[in-house]
Nanobody, 114 residues
Framework: VQLVESGGGLVQPGGSLRLSCAAS????????MSWYRQAPGKEREWVAM????????TAADSVKGRFTISRDNAKNTVYLQMNSLKPEDTAVYYC????????WGKGTLVTVSS
């Protein structure tokens, strides 16, 4: 199993970023996928989840209405569109799936600052 995140960077408050997670080594199209984040000095927290076929999503209250999770099963990729970014969104963002055990990518850093 391999999960590789990309798309992080420095963005000003109010800006947007789209994160990607390329997955391999498992049956991606039948697997629920999630995004988590970990801010400096804080616990890792769940951000959003999408079901296997992409027609059902949920998101944490802190990002609801601003972040959208989606997936392309033909590309084995899950996305996180982040709009109206705030400084408190600064964190390392991780792609996750559970296949009897949790699998994580190495993360991509998002910094929201002016």
């Amino acid at each position: 199993v391999q999960l590789v995140e990309s798309g992080g960077g420095l963005v000003q408050p109010g800006g947007s970023l789209r994160l990607s997670c390329a997955a391999s080594g498992f049956a991606f199209s039948t697997t629920v996928m999630s995004w988590y984040r970990q801010a400096p000095g804080k616990e890792r927290e769940w951000v959003a989840m999408i079901n296997s076929i992409g027609d059902s999503t949920t998101a944490a209250d802190s990002v609801k209405g601003r972040f959208t999770i989606s997936r392309d099963n033909a590309k084995n990729t899950v996305y996180l569109q982040m709009n109206s970014l705030k400084p408190e969104d600064t964190a390392v963002y991780y792609c996750n799936t559970w296949l009897g055990v949790n699998y994580w990518g190495k993360g991509t850093l998002v910094t929201v600052s002016s």
